[in-house]
């Protein structure tokens, strides 16, 4: 009754930004993320039939009340699957600091998922893991696979069609990816209400939705042909787009800081002398910095001079989850 996953981070490429249902989780449009080694979460579940409710720590605290009746929650659509009712003891262990924008749900919510079929006996495909991990945080159902993943966004309601592909062969194409850290501090808006309040209020969610299918064919495009700046530019571009839309919400939702401004002027600076950098930036004031790895050094170098980046995370694509511990 007892199993141990770890699960890696993801970076969007193409953006995950508005829900069309959010009990299952389903997504108004497809992604494209990169699975990142250096960003990880380690993850116990314990079923024992004494608890007499969910126990979830993390990082070696308890849980705050909202994430624990958010694993609660995804913890009952395990239990409803194996016919199991006992509670379950959750152990969690993070490489980055949680809810900053380093994507730390995705990772949680992959490895939450892996431990717990586990833990339970269950046997779940690849596909039908991604749909589960799907439903604690949606960018999780990418962090099943390594490497560049798509989500399909699917059209069926019962979201039985809505599930992550790995996008070959992008799978051994070594991208990098630098995080330069402004603030680890939980993000004001969580993606959740973010994206609620974007779809619902902003005048610019119409123009976005149309434009993700050209982003999405041109990130499959460059993963297919290994074109760099053809990744970096849309990536970039797309970033920059959702974050436009979310301003024009009401009340606006702004992640950046003025720190985000000068590493975004920093990329560009690198760019204009010719080096091939693009960021993206989840919900959150950090930058991730897509690099090739003949770059790292003079990238890392620019953006540990960019005053208020306060640490920097290398990362190359990273593996799927993995059942370390259990059946
Ligand atoms: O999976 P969530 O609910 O944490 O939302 C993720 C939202 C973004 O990180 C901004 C975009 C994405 O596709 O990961």
Redesign the pocket.
């Known amino acids: 009754m007892e199993a141990t996953a770890r699960a890696h981070s ?3 490429l ?4 508005g829900k069309r249902d959010e009990t299952l ?1 389903l997504p108004m449009h497809g ?1 494209v ?1 990169l699975t990142l080694d250096a960003l990880s979460t380690t993850t116990t579940v314990r079923f024992a039939p004494h608890l007499q409710q969910d126990v979830v720590v993390i990082d070696d605290a308890p849980a705050s009340p909202a994430s624990q009746r958010r694993v609660s929650a995804f913890l009952d659509r395990v239990r409803q699957r194996s016919g199991t009712r006992s509670f379950a003891e959750v152990v969690s262990h993070n490489t980055m600091p949680v809810g900053s ?1 380093l ?1 730390s ?2 990772s949680a919510f992959a490895a939450l998922a892996a431990a717990a079929v586990g833990a339970l006996g269950l046997e779940l495909s690849p596909t039908d893991l991604s749909k589960l991990a799907r439903q604690g ?4 159902c ?1 962090s099943i696979y390594p490497g560049f993943v798509e989500w399909r966004q699917g059209e069926r309601p019962d979201g039985e069609d809505s599930y992550a592909v790995p996008l070959h062969p992008g799978g051994a194409w070594d991208v990098r990816c630098l995080m330069a850290v402004v603030s680890d501090a939980p993000k004001p808006v969580s ?2 209400e973010g ?1 609620r309040r974007t779809v619902e209020t902003s005048p610019l969610y119409a123009s976005w939705l149309s434009s993700v299918p050209r982003d999405l064919a041109a990130v499959r495009q460059a993963v297919a042909t290994r074109n760099f700046s053809l990744l970096g530019e849309t990536a970039e571009r797309n970033a920059l787009k ?1 974050h436009a839309t979310a301003l024009a919400a009401e009340p606006p939702i702004f992640y950046w800081r003025q720190e985000t401004v000068a590493a975004i002027e920093a990329v560009w600076a690198l760019r204009n002398r010719g080096v091939p950098a693009y960021f993206t930036i ?2 959150g004031p950090n930058l991730a910095v897509l690099c090739q790895p003949s770059s790292v050094d003079e990238v890392a170098r620019a953006l540990r001079q960019v005053p208020g980046v306060t640490s920097l995370i290398s990362a190359k694509p990273g593996p799927g989850v993995e059942l370390l511990k259990g059946r």
Not at 137 to 140: D, I, L, R, V
């Open positions: 993801n970076i969007a193409v953006k995950y930004w989780v992604s993320s924008g994507a749900s995705a945080s949606g960018s999780a990418r993606s959740r994206m959702m989840d919900a």
